[in-house]
């Protein structure tokens, strides 16, 4: 399923499937913003929408699921109100997508790292293509951290050891690796892919809705029981986006120039 406008992010319905394309493929289909945004709304209108049955969400271009938030956002960010407040707002977002009262599925191809790794983690099933490259790379790249949240997503996921992996040593994992670690639930050559989603959304749109949902609500509650309360890391937040290295990290990525750390 191809984007057919210019929208940032797309809803295409096609008969009971609900397509949510993300669609800036000249920059690996990096958020902004207003496509948080739209994610949220969409994933509160789906969820009610009797019409939809199960929602996939994709990229566009093929290079890329989503290659995280866009960079030149975080520009302005002068305060810990600045970084916490964008931290609680994208908890908000994935909650919304997470919380979808229907299945959902996250087709991947290439890049699905920061945000788009995050996005990917809320849904209810993953299938990539062999050339899927999956993190969360901000210790090389930008000097931020996640909420507490998306690490106990991706802890339930991958378990903790391999968590360090993708936090700390900035690992992308592979297609083959990310099966074997539970993270995606099948790897498909990129040309039958979308085939193979739709049939999975088709299958899952004849069962019973009130047991996929009252499943997918069960386990959220179980997870749930798990986590740290949102909110308990906020002093983590506060230290690494409020810090020398994360502004001139950010002004290097944005310049494209060398950036060496300072731990200050």
Same mark, same amino acid.
């Given at each position: 399923m191809e984007p057919k406008s210019t929208a940032e992010l797309e809803l295409i319905k096609d008969g009971r499937i609900a397509w949510l394309i993300f669609n800036r493929p000249k920059v690996r289909n990096a958020m902004t913003w207003g496509m948080y945004d739209s994610l949220e709304r969409h994933c509160q209108a789906l969820s009610e929408d009797p019409e939809v049955d199960v929602v996939v969400l994709r990229g566009s271009g093929g290079e890329a699921f989503v290659a995280g938030t866009d960079i030149k956002q975080f520009t302005g960010f002068e305060t810990a109100r600045h970084a916490?407040? =964008?931290?609680? @707002?994208?908890? %908000?977002?994935?909650?919304?997508? %997470?919380?979808?009262?229907?299945?959902?599925?996250?087709l991947l191809e290439g890049f699905c790292v920061g945000g788009g790794a995050?996005?990917?983690?809320?849904?209810?099933? @993953? =299938?990539?293509?062999?050339?899927?490259?999956?993190?969360?790379?901000?210790?090389?790249?930008?000097?931020?951290?996640?909420?507490?949240?998306?690490?106990?997503?991706?802890?339930?996921?991958?378990?903790?050891?391999?968590?360090?992996?993708?936090?700390?040593l900035a690992k992308l994992f592979g297609a083959d690796e990310a099966?074997?670690?539970?993270?995606?639930?099948?790897?498909?050559?990129? %040309?039958?892919?979308?085939?193979?989603? @739709?049939?999975?959304? %088709?299958?899952?749109?004849g069962f019973a809705p009130l047991t996929l949902r009252a499943s997918k609500e069960g386990v959220s509650r179980v997870l749930a029981a798990r986590r740290p309360p949102a909110g308990s890391e906020e002093d983590l937040i506060a230290l690494c986006y409020t810090s020398r290295d994360f502004k001139s990290a950010v002004k290097a990525f944005v310049d494209k120039t060398p950036h060496a750390w300072r731990g200050e």
């Open positions: 916490l407040d =964008y931290e609680h @707002r994208i908890d %908000e977002v994935i909650g919304a997508l %997470e919380s979808l009262g229907k299945p959902t599925i996250a995050a996005i990917a983690m809320a849904c209810d099933f @993953r =299938y990539c293509t062999p050339d899927l490259r999956f993190g969360v790379p901000i210790a090389k790249t930008l000097g931020n951290c996640v909420s507490i949240t998306n690490v106990s997503r991706l802890v339930d996921l991958v378990g903790a050891a391999r968590a360090k992996e993708v936090l700390m099966k074997q670690a539970g993270l995606v639930t099948g790897v498909v050559a990129a %040309e039958k892919i979308e085939a193979e989603v @739709r049939q999975v959304a %088709e299958r899952l749109g």
